[in-house]
T-cell receptor, first 112, second 110 residues
Framework: GAGVSQSPSNKVTEKGKDVELRCDPISGHTALYWYRQSLGQGLEFLIYFQGNSAPDKSGLPSDRFSAERTGGSVSTLTIQRTQQEDSAVYLC??????????FGPGTRLTVT | QQPVQSPQAVILREGEDAVINCSSSKALYSVHWYRQKHGEAPVFLMILLKGGEQKGHDKISASFNEKKQQSSLYLTASQLSYSGTYFCGTEGNSGYALNFGKGTSLLVTP
C-alpha cells in the first residue's frame, strides 16, 4: 500500500517568508509525528498528534512553528518568518500502534 | 532529553561484528532502533520494552537494561547492506514521542 508522502520534496525560500509543509500519513494510522533533521544531527522531535487528543507540542523550537492535523489525516507544518537556522530536512512519520513509525521521504527546506 | 550514542562512526569489513550503544540520563519506558540509508527515510528495526529484554532481527539484535538506562545494538557477521546511520530513540514519560540520538554511522566494506 501507499506509504507516508510529503510535499514538497524540496523548498527554497527567502528569509522572513512563511512556508507550509504537508504530510499525508498511511491510511488508518492514528499517530502522526513531525521531526527535523539537520546536517550531522539526529532526529529532533517537533510535534505529535494522536487521534483526537490535544497534540504534544513540546518539541516545537519557537512560536514561529505550528502544525495542524485536519480530520485525523493530513497534517501541515507551518513555519512563519523563516530563519536560516530553520534549514533542515523535515520528516513526517505515522504509526498505528504507537510503536513502529513509518517515515516519509522528507521535505528539504533551504532558507536563503 | 537526547540519548547519547557511541561510537559516532564505525567502519567494518564484511563479516565483522559491531556494537552500538545508546544511553540516557532519564528513566526509560522503551528504546527504539532505526536505520537510515543515505538519502532515504529512517526504517524501523526493533523496539525493546522491558529491562534485559533482547530482540533479534536477522543478524541484528539488541538489549535493553532498564536499570542502567542503556541499550545496545549488536550487528553480527555484518553485510554490505548494513551500511547506514543507526539511531536509537528513547521514550520517557511523554507517551510515544521519541527523543533520538545523533546517530552512529556504520560503513561495511567488502
Amino acid at each position: 500500500g501507499a506509504g507516508v508522502s510529503q510535499s514538497p520534496s524540496n523548498k527554497v525560500t527567502e528569509k522572513g517568508k512563511d512556508v507550509e509543509l504537508r504530510c499525508d500519513p498511511i491510511s488508518g494510522h492514528t499517530a502522526l509525528y513531525w521531526y527535523r533533521q539537520s546536517l550531522g544531527q539526529g532526529l529532533e522531535f517537533l510535534i505529535y498528534f494522536q487521534g483526537n487528543s490535544a497534540p504534544d507540542k513540546s518539541g516545537l523550537p519557537s512560536d514561529r512553528f505550528s502544525a495542524e492535523r485536519t480530520g485525523g489525516s493530513v497534517s501541515t507544518l507551518t513555519i512563519q518568518r523563516t530563519q536560516q537556522e530553520d534549514s533542515a530536512v523535515y520528516l513526517c512519520a505515522s504509526s498505528f500502534t504507537g510503536y513502529e513509525q513509518y517515515f516519509g521521504p522528507g521535505t528539504r527546506l533551504t532558507v536563503t | 532529553q537526547q540519548p547519547v550514542q557511541s561510537p559516532q562512526a564505525v567502519i567494518l569489513r564484511e563479516g565483522e561484528d559491531a556494537v552500538i550503544n545508546c544511553s540516557s540520563s532519564k528513566a526509560l519506558y522503551s528504546v527504539h532502533w532505526y536505520r537510515q540509508k543515505h538519502g532515504e527515510a529512517p526504517v524501523f528495526l526493533m523496539i525493546l520494552l522491558k529491562g534485559g529484554e533482547q530482540k533479534g532481527h536477522d543478524k541484528i539484535s539488541a538489549s535493553f537494561n532498564e536499570k542502567k538506562q542503556q541499550s545496545s545494538l549488536y550487528l553480527t557477521a555484518s553485510q554490505l547492506s548494513y551500511s547506514g546511520t543507526y539511531f536509537c530513540g528513547t521514550e520517557g514519560n511523554s507517551g510515544y514521542a521519541l527523543n533520538f540520538g545523533k546517530g552512529t554511522s556504520l560503513l561495511v566494506t567488502p
